[in-house]
């Protein structure tokens, strides 16, 4: 299987491509722009293609991102969120569907490079916040893209009944080194512990038993 | 029904711009810029856009364009095939994943404009040769969109069971100015009337029983 991942460089993602690698996939990799305010998250990602000796385009999608208002992510004008996922404040974190255009990119990519599968991080915990996470949208997704090609292309997406903490459960079996990976919104030297995404982290870490390396550092 | 069209600035889109007008939405466009050889499309979108006093964003998707080699619409290497759309050689004129990958920009760029609906020309002619125009792709897309956000999104399609003549006859009606419109692939002061396009072009008018204003210019 010729498997593209996307890769944010996250604590998910970079799973997903361990994990695949260690399930005999062909694993290549891509990586996606949108005007989020920090690329340390992809700095990351380009490390860890780095050292498998492959290749990390990243697909620039920030003219797409800055005509998208009204969210955290892409639009300077909203402040980032603190406090828990679930909280009401933590919709002003998502990019209007995102992962369709993520999919649909990556899809473009791995067809012209001949891949037959692509596969994403999609995970249990993101279902009550993003809509484009739910497992009814990843069936439809699966099979539009079965159906976008000629050749139809797979979608893998073997973690998205898992929780984060399972993933972390997972990651460190297989050996995954945390602390090439970056999560927080913020973009400091250090993850600020405070946003939606940092307070996951921790639980993930701590659901999984384990220290998050990123913090002893 | 607040509506966000797809407008290229060809026959088919522009045609949809008109009709869903007549039907009652409050339309919207866009446009796509993905690295194609010319933007005589978009410029002609952008004057329809302009007539009806309503603005016309063009998503620069140039950068994810150019990562897709082996066509001739983004990679200038290849050459742009003279002939009949069902032609083997027309294949190289498809962009891996386009419909896709305009579907879910489209998609953001309604969401975060408040409209519920988005639309694009798909038609019976494009089945063929374009694997993302075939209806069951289509009505995968529809599913997808319809979950990508906590409020449905609606694809419409009305053209997808029409012919390109049906559609320059019912444009005909509406009073579309064609003379507005551009379809050939080649980007030069007139048509060539060689490439897929111009040739498809000119069977739908002569299908419609019509004579094309471009080539009366």
Redesign the interface.
């Known amino acids: 299987m010729k498997t593209l991942v996307i890769l944010s460089g996250g604590l998910d993602s970079t799973t997903l491509f361990y994990y695949l690698r260690s399930l005999g996939h062909d694993v290549s990799a891509a990586g996606f722009y949108y005007g989020q305010r920090h690329r340390k998250e992809l700095d990351a990602a380009a490390l860890t293609c780095d050292k498998f000796g492959i290749a990390y ?1 990243i ?3 920030k ?2 991102g800055g ?4 969210n955290s992510q892409t639009d300077k004008a909203v402040a980032v969120p603190h406090g828990h996922y679930e909280a009401e404040n933590m919709k002003l974190t998502v ?7 993520m ?3 990556a ?3 791995a ?2 490079n001949g891949c037959n599968a692509i596969a994403y991080g999609a995970h249990a915990g993101d279902h009550a916040i993003y ?2 996470c ?1 497992p ?2 990843v069936q ?2 699966r ?3 079965a ?4 050749n139809p292309l797979q979608l893998l997406t073997p973690f998205v009944a898992w929780t984060k903490g399972d993933i972390v459960k997972a990651g460190i079996v297989l050996g995954v080194p945390y602390e090439q990976t970056w999560t927080c919104y913020a973009g400091g030297t250090n993850p600020c512990g405070l946003c939606g995404a940092c307070i996951e982290r921790a639980e993930a870490f701590a659901c999984a038993g384990a220290v998050d390396p990123l913090l002893q550092k």
């Open positions: 385009p697909v620039n999608l003219h797409l005509m998208l208002k009204g990019v209007p569907n995102r992962n369709m255009v999919l649909a990119a899809g473009a990519v067809i012209a809509p484009d739910r009814a949208f439809k997704m099979e539009a893209l159906l976008c090609d000629w």
